[in-house]
């Protein structure tokens, strides 16, 4: 079964504050995706990446910094949070070339 | 650029009854088009997927055919239950350089025992 995992699960901090997630991913898939999930935008991808050292800009990058460090983990980086940056927030990974993406359990994060 | 569009933010339904959930794509290639379901507290799954035209998708009862011509790809199931309340979400697979999927916004699903 393919796993995805991503910590924290919760996230509390305050405008300006530095921010990281964190993926990781058993699958030994090459690509790995963040997306942001609000209502009425449904899931916005962010960033994404092909391989360890890659980094792709997806839709909606502003404000957002990522590195896949590994095959396996893959880190969405906020250096100076906004309110606008709270949302709930998806890792995904997937072998590419039309192939289905397996998603994390999400992390929600609140920007007060 | 390509872009998924979901018509219905909310359906509302009783057990039994049948579903239509309506998807349509704008692209300039030939996407894959895919449906995945979002349960309360977890992150979305696939449902399943089509490549071609006039190919027909399924899984757990629900379908969609891909249509070219009409760009669209709609849900439907003949019977729902109310474990089938759920997000759903359309998707589009692109492949300009590298994959992603582009997403639409999602129809949340209620369906009332």
């Known amino acids: 079964e393919a796993a995805v995992t991503q910590s924290p699960r919760n996230k509390v901090t305050v405008t300006g504050g530095n921010v990281t997630l964190s993926c990781r991913q058993t699958?030994?898939?090459?690509?790995m995706y963040w997306y942001r999930q609000d209502t009425g935008h449904g899931l916005r991808l962010i960033h994404y990446s092909y391989g360890a050292g890659n980094l792709q800009i997806g839709d909606v990058p502003d404000g957002y910094k990522a590195t896949r460090t590994t095959q396996e983990d893959f880190f969405l980086l906020l250096e100076l949070a906004s309110p606008s940056q709270t949302s709930l927030y998806f890792c995904?990974?997937?072998?590419?070339?039309?192939?289905?993406?397996?998603f994390g359990s999400g992390t929600r994060l609140t920007v007060l | 650029g390509d872009s998924v569009t979901q018509t219905e933010g909310q359906v509302a339904l009783s057990e039994e009854d049948f579903l239509t959930i309506h998807c349509n794509y704008s692209a300039s290639g030939y996407p894959a088009l895919f449906w995945y379901v979002q349960y309360p507290g977890e992150g979305p799954q696939f449902l399943f997927r089509?490549?071609?035209?006039?190919e027909k998708g399924s899984s757990r009862g629900f379908e969609a055919t891909y249509d070219k011509g009409t760009t669209s790809f709609h849900l439907r199931k003949a019977s729902v239950q109310e474990s089938d309340s759920a997000v759903y979400y359309c998707?589009?697979?692109?492949?300009?350089?590298?994959?992603?999927?582009?997403f639409g916004s999602g129809t949340q699903l209620t369906v009332m025992p």
């Open positions: 998707a589009l697979g692109d492949y300009s350089g590298s994959w992603q999927l582009i």
């Open positions: 699958n030994s898939h090459n690509y």
């Open positions: 089509a490549s071609r035209d006039k």
């Open positions: 995904a990974s997937s072998g590419g070339g039309a192939e289905t993406l397996y």
